[in-house]
């Protein structure tokens, strides 16, 4: 489904005039942070150019460009209050909930602003899901934290048995659970109560999935249970995922953006930004020297 919605355009808009951008190009005049051989290597999926937010007068972020390439984890890392879960927001326009929140600049997906006229909200949030700090199941049951997605969306329910298993199995809950569907999501543990809610946001069938800090609510075992399920779905999602564990973004991601007092200070593969950090704060951030 379309994120454009000709009936939210204005009358002087037509459809045909909602072209997709090259998203590569976005990048030529980026280079000093971001590195062309990626740019050129990698599909991206998003693009966010210029992308900078106030909340009131307190401005956090400042002219964020950066790829998210396409079925890859990219980590978002910096200090605390430096604008990352904002940022992440951002990708959804989830920010447009808060009253006093503003943006300027672009945040394409396949081409397309998701701040210009015409977006289907609905369809965005779709397409990008997003997971957050703390676990939310809904309070009912397992199975209908699963269901209730679709079902708003409208499924058949005939395929509903089939589906809470196989998002259920997709999250790497399934054999903990299947005998259990009609207990409250509340009976879970912690690391379970996530890996249901990323079963949740699977069943809406996003493509993009945004995790804030999915994990600081959790301990080192359901930790890991996640990490190894984030790395099993970027075969079939791309993923951008909040953390303020250095080890952890080593360990899932395959890219890294550095924030610092909302800039985008260094943007690279994990590997080389983790072991030749080309600014002096990123290295000091990595080895733990301040934030
Ligand atoms: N809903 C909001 N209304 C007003 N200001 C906000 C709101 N959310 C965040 N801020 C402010 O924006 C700045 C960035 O916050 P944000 O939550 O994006 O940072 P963060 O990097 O995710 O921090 P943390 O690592 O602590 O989660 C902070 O100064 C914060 O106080
Ligand atoms: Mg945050």
Known sequence: MNIVNKKLLAKETKEE????????????????????????????????????????????????????????VTAIIGPSGCGKSTFLRDLNRMNDLIKISRVRGKVYLDGINIYSEGIDLIQLRKKIGMVFQKPNPFPMSIRDNITYGPIIHGINKAYLPGLIKSYLVKAALWDEVHDRLSESAFSLSGGQQQRLCIARALSIEPEVILFDEP???????????????????????????????????????????????????????????????????????????FG
């Open 215 to 289: 994990c600081s609510a959790l301990d080192p075992h359901a930790t890991a249970k996640i990490e190894d399920l984030i790395t099993k779905l970027k075969a079939e999602y791309t993923v951008v995922i909040v953390t303020h564990n250095m080890q952890q973004a080593a360990r899932v991601s395959d890219f890294t953006a550095f924030f610092n007092l909302g800039e985008l200070i260094e943007f690279n593969s994990t590997r080389d930004l983790f072991r030749s950090p080309i600014r002096k704060i990123t290295e000091e951030y990595i080895s733990g020297r």
């Open 17 to 72: 005039d909602i072209v997709p951008v090259d998203m590569r190009a976005l990048f030529k005049d980026e280079t000093e942070i971001i590195p062309e051989k990626l740019v050129k290597k990698y599909e991206i999926r998003m693009a966010v150019k210029k992308l900078s937010h106030w909340y009131g007068n307190n401005h956090v972020l400042s002219g964020i460009s950066l790829p998210i390439f396409k079925n890859k």
